[in-house]
């Protein structure tokens, strides 16, 4: 009954979690300071120094001026951000994005990380429950077990250990 | 002098090539014992000593060139396009590093001093070292041949000579940049070293973990080398770009990010190596990855692969460098696949929580945040082959996968060293994490109060929500590791009775690595910490006339002047800035913009005032053309002295670890083994 109780409660607190963490993301910013300051971060400034726009400090840069004063207008214009950034695109092209859209091919920039992620850690999880660690089978000891190596050879590798010496580590 | 350093080049490559094709010989004959006319050990000497007579030589060629800023010798091609007559002394040392040539000459000499410290100490193991340097010559001879025929520092000008040269980029012009890259350079060339012993001990099936033992200080100094070259370019980046930030996620640092991450990755399991016999094939493939990342960062950084904000030597060399990592791929894949048998684990996990699984999983994740980040630098290139457009992948990307994947890190990093080797059990796993979570739950609550609510006002920051995960891991941390410090501090004192400071030295001075380790951590903890106050930045921008003011948090900046002025180097315009908070004035700072003659290039000299709260960072962008005006953008960026704090304590960390621990005769004296062992996990070497 406690396993349950526990068990129930755990389940509760995750599904609380998770909830939480999706209403975090799903919410947006709406005023428009906070617009101009999310959208001038989605977007790079075009001179060629290769700094996000909302950022972008140089002396002169008539680029980053120019797409500011177009993002203010296109945000007082009452567009939304995929039209503003849709704008964007189609005068400067592509790489005016800070990041790829998530869309089409670009898509795998977002999916691959998440994906070798999720693989790696499975192969992880495999390789552990390959060698016992989570109740599976333990491998028969290999040729290179010490206790299954000759005595001249165990020897001699128990020899280096000494004549190295070892701290410990960590 | 361009014909002694020439020469000094081409003799360094026929010393090179000697050393990797009589070494290789030498080493073929032992292995087979077949009879030849010298006997191999004599033949393996000679190329032991080439190798030693090539650092000469390079020794040589870099005098030269060093020797030719100073000389200010416009005869030569990269003398001319780097530096100039007025340029000050410590940045005529810096135009070794500048452009293309001299910086593959540097690599090429450290490479050269690493290799003859290598051969200086090959007694420690005659065979294993021969391996290693002719691995080492090998990349030498690359190297070397790059220097030579693609890239020749010595080049000689075509045409008249000018009187003065295009002076050093102007970016380059700030102190840290004397020390930045050639640290970065220590790091990148310093992993050649642990790769030539790992591709060398699997070459001749090297018997145990000697080879692991014996490139520990390598490894660990070649690791401290690249994390100061990766901190200081973020200084040097926050103090010269003057866009208030020290990390862009760009491919340049990246691609000294990368084979960071691998070579934590190394550092972490060849532990598991050196206790269990695990993981061999995996600490093998790491150091071979680490090796060609280092490769691949210095082709995103010279080939123009990739746009970069601070690319400064792009070239056509890149096909060299492909060539080279294909050739070296090669090797790698054919060595192990011909030797693996050799690599057979000797031992298996036992639990799913224990110290093996946690670096299990720190590798994962440490090699996750590695392909990110290469998939990020590369996807570019990916795209426009697929699409035929390129796309940019920039900060909101790294932000948006890298960030969570650090902060998991980062809990990792507490997590690892609660958990006992082998196996633990429920009641272990709750007395250890107890602290620790109270301590993530009270930073939570400390950080609401203090108003880091990533709700407020009914909108999400994705900035102040990972900042507020960040405080409260980097809390439990922390504490984790103090926990475990006072742990076993506390049995030495009550047994020894010394204090709790003296108990902690003593403790350190027992397992100087595993207190090393975790003092490493610690700096890791507090350089995330001041990461995560980036997430708190603020700026404010405006055209400032005399006594016109400017609030920003807590300070009032006045100006009280703009002034010009000029020297053989730069001319340069300031504004003199008063600063005040609660009405007392506290300070004052010059912003400054540089114009440099040589090169007619301008500057930006940022004006900073750090307290441990926050960075008063204020830039001078120029003036406006209209009125005349100054115009000055200050940002108040919170916690950023943690960072380089941060790096201290990493640095001390390191070296406390470098330190051998008190022998187990010296350290009976002090704490009788047996009575300590019972009740002193901490005290066993990590058991």
Known sequence: MATRLRFAFWTRAVEVTVLAVAICFSLGASNPSGRLNDLDHRLMCTCGCAQILGECNHVGCTESTQELTELKADIAAGMGDRQILSAFVAKYGATVLAAPPAHGFDLVAWIAPFAVFAAALLGTILLIRRWGGLGGKPQAAVATDPAVLDPEERERLQRIRRETGSDGGF | ?687
């Open chain 2, 1 to 687: 002098m361009a014909t002694f350093g020439s020469f000094c080049l081409l003799i360094a490559l026929a010393l090179a090539a000697y050393n990797l094709l009589a070494g290789a010989l030498a080493l073929r004959l032992l292995a087979t014992g077949q009879p030849a006319l010298i006997s191999p050990e004599r033949l393996a000497d000679t190329a032991r000593r080439a190798g030693i007579a090539g650092f000469v030589a390079v020794t040589g060629a870099a005098f030269a060139l060093v020797w030719s800023v100073f000389t200010n010798d416009f005869s030569i091609t990269y003398i001319v396009e780097h530096s100039n007559r007025a340029l000050p002394i410590a940045y005529k040392f810096a135009a070794l590093w500048s452009g293309q040539e001299g910086s593959l000459l540097l690599w090429a000499w450290l490479l050269g001093m690493f290799g003859f410290v290598l051969r200086l100490r090959h007694k420690t193991d005659v065979r294993l070292y021969a391996y290693a340097g002719m691995i080492l010559a090998g990349v030498q001879v690359f190297f070397l041949a790059v220097i030579n025929f693609a890239a020749p520092p010595f080049a000689l000008l075509k045409g008249a000579i000018p009187d003065d040269g295009n002076g050093l980029n102007p970016l380059l012009q700030y102190p840290e940049m004397v020390i930045h890259p050639p640290m970065l350079y220590l790091g990148y060339v310093g992993f050649s070293v642990p790769f030539a012993f790992a591709l060398g001990a699997l070459m001749m099936r090297y018997p145990g973990e000697k080879w692991i033992r014996i490139t520990r200080t390598w490894t660990m100094v070649t690791w401290l080398f690249l994390t100061c070259g990766i901190f200081l370019g973020m200084h040097w980046a926050y103090a010269v770009l003057g866009w208030g930030g020290y990390w862009g996620w760009d491919p340049v640092e990246n691609a000294s990010f990368m084979p960071w991450l691998t070579g934590t990755a190394f550092l972490h399991s060849v532990m598991m190596q050196e206790r269990k016999g695990m993981m061999k094939s995996w600490n093998v493939w790491l150091i071979f990855s680490t090796f060609l990342l280092t490769l691949l960062g210095t082709l995103l950084t010279r080939a123009g692969l990739v746009s970069s904000v601070h690319a400064f030597a792009q070239s056509s060399i890149g096909t060299w460098f492909v060539v080279f990592m294909c050739i070296v791929l090669a090797v790698c894949i054919f060595t192990y696949v011909y030797q693996r048998g050799h690599l057979k684990t000797e031992h298996h996990l036992e639990s799913l929580v224990s110290r093996e699984s946690s670096f299990l999983f720190n590798n994962l994740v440490l090699l996750t945040a590695c392909f990110v980040i290469l998939w990020g630098t590369l996807f570019p290139i990916l795209s426009e082959y697929v699409e035929g457009s390129k796309v940019t992948v920039g900060p909101p990307f790294y932000n948006r996968v890298a960030v969570p994947i650090g902060l998991f890190l980062l809990f990792l990093t507490g997590v690892g060293p609660l958990l006992p080797w082998r196996a633990t059990s429920l009641k272990a796993i709750k007395r250890n994490f107890v602290l620790p979570v109270i301590a993530l739950w009270a930073m939570v609550i400390v950080c609401l109060v203090a108003g880091v609510n990533p709700w407020r006002g009914g909108e999400f920051s994705s900035g102040s929500f990972y900042a507020l995960v960040g405080f409260a891991v980097s809390a439990a941390v922390l504490t984790a590791i103090l926990a475990e410090f006072l742990r076993g501090a506390g049995v030495i004192s009550r047994q020894t009775g010394r204090n709790l400071f003296a108990a902690t030295w003593l403790l350190t001075r027992r397992n100087t690595r595993r207190y090393g380790g975790y003092l490493i951590h610690i700096g890791v903890v507090i350089a995330v910490v001041g990461l995560c106050g980036s997430a708190f930045n603020r700026n404010v921008e405006s055209e400032m006339g005399l006594n016109s003011t400017m609030s920003i948090g807590p300070y009032t900046l006045v100006q009280v002047g703009a002034t010009q002025d000029s020297n053989l180097n730069y001319s340069s315009e300031y504004a003199m800035l008063d600063v005040s908070k609660g009405g007392k004035k506290l300070f004052q700072m010059t912003p400054e913009k540089r114009f440099y003659q040589a090169s007619g290039q301008p500057q930006t000299m940022v004006a900073i005032h750090s307290v441990p709260e926050w960075d008063l960072y204020v830039v001078y962008e120029g003036t406006n053309p209209d009125t005349g005006q100054p115009i000055i953008k200050a940002f108040l960026n919170p916690l950023v002295s943690w960072i380089w704090f941060g790096l201290v304590v990493m640095v001390f960390g390191t070296f406390v670890a470098l330190v051998p621990s008190l022998t187990p005769a010296t350290a009976a004296l002090r704490v009788p083994a047996a009575q300590a062992a019972p009740v002193a996990p901490a005290l066993k070497g990590g058991d």
